[in-house]
């Protein structure tokens, strides 16, 4: 997946800054599972920004209240889960590494409800490809197809694939605060 940032050169005018691929990571034994990192802030941001590059550094996968991160997460369908866990890859433990790769998401997922995980953070989501069933802690669920948006309000929450073929998402996150 191709990123293109913009910024402003020494006269104020507009200029590209980056046009290159975004960081992304495939979980070992599923390929079809990765999550692209596009950008992220770690407070409201100033502009003219300093043309860092933010997802150099390393930051949590979760932003803190004010925070913003921008992700593009491609699920595999359940049946590619299934498959790799039959040919023998330990799925809890290319998980974790998986996880590792983004500090702070592990910590979010429920050990007990594979996939279920509550984060403190606005979420919206928008179906780019695919299918994607957004299912709720009370049993509730809703399918999803292109272009189906979502705001995720700080609920428990998992996301499952139910076609045939990978689902791609983009998430802007917002770290929020509790009432």
């Known amino acids: 997946m191709k990123r293109v940032i913009t910024g402003h050169g020494p006269d104020g005018k507009s200029v590209f800054v980056r046009d290159e691929p975004a960081k992304g990571v495939a979980m070992e034994g599923v390929p079809r599972f990765r999550i692209d990192t596009v950008w992220s802030t770690e407070s409201v941001p100033r502009l003219p920004p300093d043309g860092a590059d933010p997802t150099a550094l390393p930051t949590r996968f979760f932003p803190a209240p004010g925070g913003t991160r921008f992700c593009v997460v491609t699920f595999p369908p359940v049946a590619d889960l299934e498959r790799a866990e039959s040919s023998g890859v330990n799925l809890a433990a290319a998980e974790q590494r998986f996880y590792g790769e983004f500090p702070g998401l592990a910590e979010t997922m429920d050990p007990a409800e594979p996939g279920m995980h509550t984060s403190q953070t606005v979420d919206y989501g928008v ?13 509730a669920s809703v399918l999803l197809g292109p272009g189906d948006c979502v705001v995720q309000n700080g609920t428990r929450h998992a996301w499952r694939n139910p076609g045939d073929r990978e689902c791609v998402m983009a998430f802007v996150i917002v770290g929020a605060t509790k009432r």
Request: zero cysteines.
């Open 127 to 139: 179906v780019l490809s695919g299918q994607m069933r957004l299912e709720l802690d009370d049993g």
